[in-house]
């Protein structure tokens, strides 16, 4: 048994630990204001209570070295914390932990336009990174709805995917270099701007998606590409989900550069609508609406009309300036905020094979019918990369705790069609708390005990986020 899991440390202990991190670090780097332990010792999950023992805010790598030093030495347990704009509790401090904020460590550095590159610490707000890129042409090409509060080293240690997953691929595709922190303190530089290092394993890669569990990332240097030219934005409803698959393919075999490819469905409009006080531009609504961005070009409008011609869509509309443009993609990227503010919802987001989406998601539609009548299921999600995002709401009669507990059953019921379509219980957020029941339905045992052999070699006394994806 390790010393975590004897349980949470002693508050005589802690104290001596927030003393001698003070003693190293400097005043200020603690806080244990009960405000700032609410706030940062949860995440957009709000399912659990958060009850951190402490916030430590380092300046510099070297504090955060010293931080962990003091705790794996005296067994206090440390949470790292980004942005805290996961979805699968992967941030958050239940027991006593100590949450590591990396706010302050938020620099972004010079960018190389030779190279396309640039060193960042972890705290650096994507948005941010996005701005000070876009100066000179270019951008880190992650991005997502919470991009204007998400931090890089969040985004790396989740493996944050998004809305142009379909054109750029995943985080881990855009990271050149990790400097990360150990549990024991020890610091490691792997890959630093190089494009090719092929000498032996790609140690970085263990740290990007490990959700906190292997090491503290302190800064990242990241690789940029062009920033795209001007896109057209585009707005389209369809009958059904089989609609949105037959558009999805054709926009595949379109001349242009897609991308962006988001569905969703009619009832997640209708709670935009509500929270935004929005109406979609469109006359005629079907059960499905797709957001499309392509890079802009002369044949962009004949597609676009051929689609009529065809019947491909029931209704259609292009932006004809940005503001346009970013009314149209609101209605995407105010589903999570209007589903949170409208209601209670049960968020998963699993990933399948593209061409069993359709079949799937009748199945999962049946099921819940059958299980649970009269539960509102909410589906938007990534089509292009096989991402759904299944929000179950809470029926107003029923009260929160019951509604919780019933979802636990409502999730074994959803990731047993997962499994049999092939998929994976998560696509995107990761495991963290709420997942970790269900890992066994998308990693086989063998992959398991891997994952856990790794933890015990870098992580020994299971100091950093015990407790997140499996239990040590």
């Keep these: 048994m390790t010393r975590r899991e004897q349980g949470p440390a002693g508050a005589a202990v802690v104290q001596s630990v927030l003393e001698e991190i003070e003693r190293r670090c400097g005043a200020g780097v603690v806080s244990t204001d009960p405000a700032d332990l609410s706030e940062l010792g949860r995440d957009w999950t709000k399912v659990f209570a958060p009850a951190p023992c402490a916030i430590a805010s380092p300046r510099t790598a070297d504090d955060v070295s010293a931080i962990l030093k003091v705790c794996d030495a005296a067994g206090v347990a440390v949470v790292p914390s980004g942005g805290r704009t996961g979805l699968a ?70 493996n944050a995917g998004g809305i142009r997953v379909i054109r750029y ?28 290092n092929n000498t032996g394993v790609d140690l970085k890669q263990l740290f990007i998606g490990s959700e906190g569990t292997l090491g503290v990332i302190t800064a990242a240097t ?3 590409t062009r920033l795209p030219a001007d896109h057209d934005v585009m707005l389209f409803s369809l009958a059904d989900l089989s609609a949105v698959i037959r558009l999805f393919r054709a926009a595949q075999e379109a001349p242009f550069q ?31 609406f797709v957001v499309l961005e392509a890079e802009r070009g002369p044949a962009n409008e004949a597609w676009l009309a051929d689609l009529f011609e065809k019947g491909l869509v029931l209704d259609g509309t292009m932006a004809q300036h940005a503001s346009q443009a970013a009314s149209l993609w609101e209605l995407r990227e105010g589903i999570s905020e209007s589903l949170s503010a409208t209601g209670l919802p049960h968020k998963n987001d699993i990933a399948l094979p593209i061409a069993k989406l359709e079949a799937f998601c009748a199945d999962l539609e049946r099921t819940l019918a059958e299980r649970y009548p009269g539960w509102e299921v909410c589906l938007f999600g990534h089509i292009g990369d096989g991402n759904l995002h ?40 990761g495991i963290g708390l709420l997942k970790k029941d269900w890992l066994g339905f998308s990693r086989s045992p063998a992959e398991i005990a891997a994952m856990r052999a790794i933890k015990r070699a870098l992580d020994p006394n299971n100091t950093l986020n015990p407790g997140k994806i499996f239990d040590a």
């Excluded at 691929?169 to 090719?196: C, D, H, I, P, Y």
């Excluded at 709670?271 to 059960?287: A, C």
């Excluded at 299944?390 to 959803?414: G, Q």
Aim: glycine content about 10%.
């Design 89 to 158: 509790g992967g941030a958050v401090a239940k027991d006593g932990e100590l949450v590591l904020s990396m706010s302050r460590m938020s620099a972004i550095g010079e960018i190389d336009v030779v190279g396309r590159t640039v060193r960042v610490e972890a705290g650096a707000v994507t948005q941010a990174v996005h701005e000070r890129c876009a100066e000179l042409g270019l951008t880190w090409p992650v991005d997502f709805a919470s991009k204007g509060s998400s931090h890089v080293g969040g985004n790396i240690a989740t």
């Design 169 to 196: 691929g995943l985080t881990r595709n855009w990271v050149l270099g990790l400097e990360v922190a150990l549990a024991s303190g020890e610091r490691l530089a792997m890959g630093q701007a190089l494009e090719k």
């Design 222 to 224: 990241l690789k940029l």
């Design 258 to 288: 897609l991308g962006a490819f988001e569905f969703f469905t009619d009832r997640c409009l209708a709670r935009v609508e509500r929270h935004r006080k929005r109406t979609s531009p469109l006359s005629t609504n079907g059960t499905c």
């Design 390 to 429: 299944v929000n179950v709401m809470k029926p107003d009669d029923l009260e929160k705790e019951a509604f919780l507990a019933r979802t636990h059953d409502v999730d074994r019921h959803m990731f047993e069609l997962v499994k049999s379509y092939g998929g994976s219980i998560s696509a995107e957020h």
